[in-house]
């Protein structure tokens, strides 16, 4: 079976960006996400999703390595500084490369 | 002294068992069912009562009201801003939660009057809806300034378009069109179970500020002072507006414990998208963990007694 290389861009961050990020998403051409609730902690306290408004999100991306990477340089420059946002890429494989 | 509201006792039974480190916990899913009964039941009991009298809300109320909003986030702003040292971003938050309200602290001062039998205004859901957005407004003027980079349209739709206030006016358009009549056959939903609702919602709401307690030793004694002398002072302030503009006693009441409510959703969510550089956690520490169980504990029976005093 063929398969072909993709980047899974994983993004966790506060609930109130959800739609920020997906403007974001939109403008740079990101066709699509999943997003799922989260909670844990980090170097901004313990986030517990019990409360929408202040859980955690996890927004995965499965895109070529060049948009994981525009993606990844716009969301640094623009929240890095001021909220709880950790972000990691791993390289995967799909089958339907026109699908992402 | 009269027993205490049953209410108040579900909130502290919340913040108990936060506190003990209990593993009793609500899913986010019945926090926001419960939340959703609580909006439309306060909607609609308003417009019920709306479509019962004619009497609506004057001119003047609805300017005095507007000015409140916009007038209550300025000496909070100077006393963060100045006695409590904050930074301009911090203090045009806290601003911003304190001159907005809190829906939740509203409940119970209305279930608190009803339990007493003390009337009170049947249009004080508009109050709310008129309150809720100014101060944030205001707030991010101050923190930004006129010439700053805010996304006033998407902001604008957050803010006029969020839960709370399509809820409370949406109960209050259904309760005016359907009138007293009309809603017959859901009141025994929303009106008989308000009580009960409120204590669930009371629940929750002690296991959250709970959660909010271990962050107030990060921000020290200020933030306990300011979270319990702001809501005295803009309560004494809402009771005076409330008597220039005619309020009866238990419209007073209701409306000084608006203005003394800080909010907990609306703001925090606003400020959170326009003010990035302001800390979250001193805001929502001070509403949720100092300014709400203050309220709900002591500064309603408190304020209540003030209004018939001021009202005299």
């Known amino acids: 079976m063929e398969q072909f290389n993709r980047r899974l ?4 961050t506060e ?55 525009r993606v990844a340089g716009r969301l640094r420059e623009r929240y890095y500084d001021d909220y709880a946002m950790i972000l990691f890429m791993q390289d995967v494989s799909v089958l339907r490369p026109d699908k992402f | 002294m009269a027993a205490m509201d049953p209410v108040v006792l579900f909130f502290m039974l919340g913040i108990g068992a936060g506190v003990a480190r209990s593993d009793l916990r609500l899913p986010g899913a019945i926090y926001d069912f419960v939340s959703t009964v609580l909006l439309l039941a306060i909607g609609l009991k308003g417009g019920v009562e709306l479509a019962r009298d004619t009497g609506g809300m004057s001119l003047t109320e609805f300017a005095g009201l507007i000015g409140l909003g916009l007038a209550l986030p300025l000496p909070v702003f100077a006393v963060a801003r100045y006695v409590g040292r904050l930074s301009r971003a911090d203090a ?26 003390i009337d009170y205004e049947s249009r004080a859901p508009v109050w709310v809806v008129l309150l809720e957005v100014p101060a944030i407004l205001v707030g991010i003027l101050l923190a930004r300034g006129l010439s700053g980079e805010v996304a006033w349209r998407s902001l604008a739709r957050e803010l006029f378009l969020g839960r709370s206030i399509v809820l409370l006016v949406g109960g209050l358009a259904i309760g005016w069109a359907s009138g007293p009549d009309g809603t017959a056959s859901i009141q025994p939903f929303f009106f008989g179970l308000f009580k009960g609702i409120l204590a669930l919602f009371l629940l929750e709401m002690g296991l959250i500020a709970a959660s909010h307690l271990p962050t107030l030793r990060q921000h020290g004694l200020f933030i306990i002072a300011f979270g319990v002398g702001m809501p005295l002072a803009a309560a004494v302030t809402g009771a005076m507006l409330g ?57 309603i029976p408190l304020y209540e007694r003030l209004a018939a005093y001021l009202h005299g």
């Open chain 1, 15 to 69: 609930a109130a960006l959800e739609r920020e990020l997906l403007a974001e998403f939109d403008a740079l051409g990101v066709r699509g996400y999943t997003i799922t609730d989260a909670r844990g902690r980090g170097g901004r306290g313990t986030r517990k999703s019990s409360w929408a408004h202040e859980g955690n999100i996890r927004v995965e991306v499965v895109c070529e390595p060049s948009l994981a990477e």
């Open chain 2, 243 to 299: 008597r220039l503009l005619g309020l009866s006693p238990g419209g007073m009441a209701v409306l000084a414990t608006l203005a003394a409510s800080a909010s907990y959703i609306a703001a925090p969510a606003a400020i959170r998208t326009a003010v990035p550089e302001a800390n979250p956690a001193l805001s929502l520490t001070a509403s949720l963990a100092v300014t709400f169980p203050f309220n709900i504990i002591v500064g």
């Open chain 1, 9 to 12: 861009l994983t993004i966790i």
């Open chain 2, 92 to 117: 045009a938050s806290l601003a911003a939660h304190y001159g907005s309200v809190s829906v939740g602290t509203f409940a119970v001062v209305i279930g608190y009057l009803a339990s007493r039998g």
